[in-house]
């Protein structure tokens, strides 16, 4: 079974950036839509943004549409996040998933996701 694994969360300044990572451990990666999601401090988890398997559909949620962009690379097995113009209010876990077949179409659902990393700490200062 595949495994994920995020990686480059860290404290940033508000209005700063950052680049966070999720690489999978499976080759077959190409064929999985992938999702980025997250955890505010006491709240649920939520949607941030996912990417379709063929690369032609993206989402994101509203409060991170103009932000944040979800990309992929195949030949690495990585899907990254890069998040521009942070605010506290971003400051959250932040978790790939992906669905429990391929060629499955992406969602904002939690429940469509099957697999799940282990979450990035992302803290932003004001």
């Known amino acids: 079974q595949v495994s994920l694994i995020e990686s480059g969360g860290r404290l940033v300044e508000a209005g700063g950036w950052l680049k966070i990572s999720c690489t999978a451990s499976?080759?077959?990666?190409?064929?999985?839509?992938m999702a980025w999601f997250r955890q505010p401090p006491g709240k649920d988890r939520e949607f941030v943004a996912a990417?379709?398997?063929?690369?032609?559909?993206?989402d994101a949620a509203g409060s991170v549409k103009d932000r944040f962009t979800i990309s992929r690379n195949n030949a690495y097995d990585t899907v990254y996040l890069h998040m521009n113009n942070l605010k506290v209010e971003d400051t959250a876990i932040y978790y790939c998933a992906i669905p429990g077949a391929p060629w499955t179409e992406s969602s904002a659902l939690p429940r469509d996701y099957a697999i799940w990393g282990q979450g990035t700490q992302v803290t932003v200062l004001s």
């Open positions: 499976q080759r077959t990666f190409s064929t999985y839509s």
């Open positions: 990417l379709n398997w063929d690369k032609r559909t993206t």
